[in-house]
């Protein structure tokens, strides 16, 4: 079965960088969210789109934004990166009025 | 704020075992989900169960939630080797579907061979 595809897996960059990463959900799911889990932390909630609207937004710094594009695909962005922003980065999808949401293999963004 | 908190922080057990799990959370849900995570790697849906649910199997999994406690256990009978990984729980809160998920610490679970 499909599942959440990441791009790309693992990403250097340095201080004060920008960074981009995609996601693309399960199909027929319209719904994505991001998460970011630092190192030995839990996941936490950043920002989710559904139908291509912001539906909630979570911790996510000023310096980050994100879309959700006409074929459900999303994209964060994030600038002036900084240290503690290295971290694993998920996205997850879900169904219409679905409650289970389905992980991607997430981003490993280390910066330096 | 953390939403859900596991307990034991850690777990080793042998092959063959029961592993449970527990989890607490502090606000009203919609519904709770357990999630496994091998080392540094994605995290897998296991199972979920809604607020007006009190257990739920999957296979080898249980899961209870007990909504005045505000608690959940997941229980893994017969565990193999390969349940070796950690393990959230995170809460769906309540406002309808598609609502942002809320983890809390993960319990690392060591199935000796």
């Known amino acids: 079965a499909a599942g959440v595809i990441q791009s790309p897996r693992h990403l250097i960059k340095e201080k004060r960088e920008t960074a981009t990463l995609k996601c693309y959900p399960i199909p027929r799911h319209d719904t994505v969210y991001w998460y970011q889990q630092g190192p030995g932390q839990d996941p936490q909630f950043l920002i989710s789109?559904?139908?291509?609207?912001?539906?909630d937004k979570g911790s996510i710094p000023d310096r980050f934004s994100a879309q959700q594009f006409s074929d459900y695909h999303s994209e964060l962005n994030m600038s002036s990166l900084e240290l503690g922003d290295s971290a694993l980065y998920f996205c997850?999808?879900?169904?219409?009025?679905?409650?289970?949401?389905?992980f991607g293999p997430g981003t490993r963004l280390t910066v330096t | 704020s953390q939403q859900g908190e596991e307990d034991p922080q850690a777990l080793s057990i042998q092959e063959g075992e029961n592993a449970t799990m527990n989890c607490s959370y502090k606000t009203s849900i919609n519904n709770l989900q357990w999630y496994r995570q091998n080392s540094g790697r994605g995290l897998v849906h296991l199972i979920l169960i809604r607020s007006n649910e009190r257990e739920k199997h999957s296979g080898r999994l249980r899961v209870t939630l007990d909504t005045s406690k505000k608690s959940s256990s997941l229980l893994i009978t017969a565990s193999r080797a390969a349940d070796t990984a950690s393990y959230f729980c995170a809460t769906g809160s309540l406002g309808g579907a598609n609502s942002k998920l809320t983890f809390g610490k993960g319990i690392t679970l060591s199935v000796r061979p």
């Open positions: 789109f559904y139908e291509k609207m912001q539906s």
């Open positions: 997850a999808s879900s169904l219409p009025q679905g409650d289970e949401q389905y």
